[in-house]
């Protein structure tokens, strides 16, 4: 029976844990390194000269502008333009005391307002020579954020590939289970059927798993089964031949004393005739068995829906009970019917019984009464069979093709029959697959 797979359990749950949990893992990571690298930006950035020589490197190039340019310190829409090119650094200009540009205010005319270059006390002045003069220039740039953004990126890319990397570290789990899988059923493939699949986990990769090593179990048993019956064939053919050669030899012999004329009496002469004529239809008999046989061990079976052993059987048994009956045995019917319901082919039930019938009617003792009675085993229904043995006064020849007969039909309705005797008492077992409600 196929496993049943909790949610929880599934493959698609796992999955979402793994991605959670990655993904956990990965902010956390990414805050830890944010706080590192504002830490480190932080503290090169305030405890180095950096700051320094970028103001001096950028008005180094402002110089150089405003030299290719001629531009004085009035000429507010160039120096807009070459600090918006810049994109990190704003400018501030100062001539006679006055402040002539202001980047962040770039549309106004300032040198018609008096403020003092003093007036911000934290900016730093450097010296630049202009068309009209000489000015004091205040440079400031942000050049940490250039830092923060590579930082932000590294630390990003390094999360990402942290979460991909317990991603793919989950899911390579995953993936050697469904290669070893696949290697077992290579395995299988090559015919070694004992080889054991590995039932890992509790999810739909188990199942599947649990449903190979089913499958495996299953053809190994029907393998083992058909090598049974190709055994079971032999025997029975062998057999077949010995006993076809008895009375054929029989035959022979009587034919022999006819043609000679070796009798005493026309008593005598009709006795061998009778003896031919009992060991022809013996012949016969054996030929015919061994033709349904044949026939049966070739054929594909189509079973039925399932129904309840009552709905099946009852007709069955009630006129097997009496043709007994008629032939003069005492049937004791103990059977309480199953619960559980069975499959079959009717058409094989049918010659089974037949089979079991005509065996009763040969050998069983009609002094005795033949019991039938149900029995249920485990996951299985069925009925047993009972009867005494009589004691033949001529030794009846039997090689079991009837009772293997049944035994290869009820393999092929997936059932099992057993048949065992013990002195004089003999049994037949026939068991059917049980779906109870």
Known sequence: MARTTNKKDSIYFQLLRLLVTAAFVAVLVFLVLNQAGDYLIENFYYNSDYEERK??????????????????????????????????????????????????????????????????????????SFADGEARVSITGIYAYQFYNYAMIVELVLSFVLFLILVLFGIRSKMAYILKLSDE?????????????????????????E????????????????????????????????????????????????????????????????????????????????????LMAGEEVQLEETETCETLFYDLFSETCSYLAQQGFEVLFQVEWPQSRIRIS???????????????????????????????????????????????????????????????????????????QEGERFQILILFPAQHE
């Open 346 to 420: 009717t058409d094989y039930v049918m010659r089974i019984m037949d089979n079991l019938t005509s065996n009763i009617v040969k050998y069983a003792d009609p002094s005795m009464p033949v019991v039938i009675s149900a029995v249920e085993e485990g996951n299985m229904t069925g009925f047993l069979f009972e009867n005494r043995v009589k004691k033949l006064e001529e030794e009846t020849e039997s090689n079991g093709i009837g009772i293997q007969s049944v035994k290869n039909m009820m393999l092929k309705m997936r059932g099992k029959c057993m048949a065992v």
């Open 185 to 209: 059923v290579e395995i299988l493939e090559g015919g070694s059927l004992d080889y054991k699949i590995t039932v890992k986990g509790r999810d739909e990769l188990a199942a599947l798993a």
């Open 211 to 294: 449903g190979l090593d089913s499958m495996r179990l299953s053809f190994q048993d029907l393998i083992k089964q058909e090598a049974e019956m190709v055994q079971e064939n032999q025997k029975i053919v062998t057999e077949m031949s010995h006993d076809l050669r008895t009375p054929v030899t029989s035959i022979m012999l009587y034919t022999e004393i006819l043609k000679k004329g070796s009798f005493k009496s026309e008593g005598q002469w009709m006795e061998y005739v009778e003896k031919i004529d009992r060991k022809a239809r013996r012949m016969k008999q054996l030929t015919d068995h061994l033709f349904e046989y044949s």
């Open 55 to 128: 103001d001096e490197s950028y008005i180094r190039k402002l110089q150089q502008y405003i030299d290719q340019n001629s531009l004085s310190s009035r000429d507010a829409d160039a120096l807009k333009s070459w600090v918006q090119r810049q994109q990190i650094v704003s400018i501030r200009v100062y001539k006679d005391g006055m402040q002539m540009f202001d980047s962040e205010y770039p549309d106004q005319e300032l040198w018609e307002e008096e403020i003092e270059a003093n007036d911000y006390g934290w900016e730093v002045y450097y010296t630049v």
